[in-house]
Nanobody
Framework: VQLQASGGGLVQPGGSLRLSCLASGSIFSIVAMGWYRQAPGKRRELVTY???????YYADSVKGRFTISGDLAKNTVYLLMNSLKPEDTAVYYC???????????????WGKGTLVTVSS
């Protein structure tokens, strides 16, 4: 399984970016995809996920600023990030997983991620 995330870059505080992800390889009937991020010196954290039924979840730190969308039948997911803050600086990784009782369980497939830097 390959996960290719793209769209990162350098943006000023308050700016926006749109990340994209394509999953390929031995994947059948994706039921959920998510975005994680890992800031320097910190653990990887779940930012958001979306299910094939279009249910979504957002971490409190990004709620109201980030929007996940996608076409899981086409193995694609997007992340629109608005009102970016310096604390959003991280490598962002997309992921394929499942959701059980509202909890996302990501499969252990990780691409290289895409770096988002928010700085003036």
């Amino acid at each position: 399984v390959q996960l290719q995330a793209s769209g990162g870059g350098l943006v000023q505080p308050g700016g926006s970016l749109r990340l994209s992800c394509l999953a390929s390889g031995s994947i059948f009937s994706i039921v959920a995809m998510g975005w994680y991020r890992q800031a320097p010196g910190k653990r990887r954290e779940l930012v958001t996920y979306i299910t094939s039924g279009s249910s979504t979840y957002y971490a409190d730190s990004v709620k109201g600023r980030f929007t996940i969308s996608g076409d899981l039948a086409k193995n694609t997911v997007y992340l629109l990030m608005n009102s970016l803050k310096p604390e959003d600086t991280a490598v962002y990784y997309c992921n394929v997983g499942t959701v059980v009782s509202g909890t996302y369980y990501g499969r252990d497939y990780w691409g290289k991620g895409t770096l988002v830097t928010v700085s003036s």
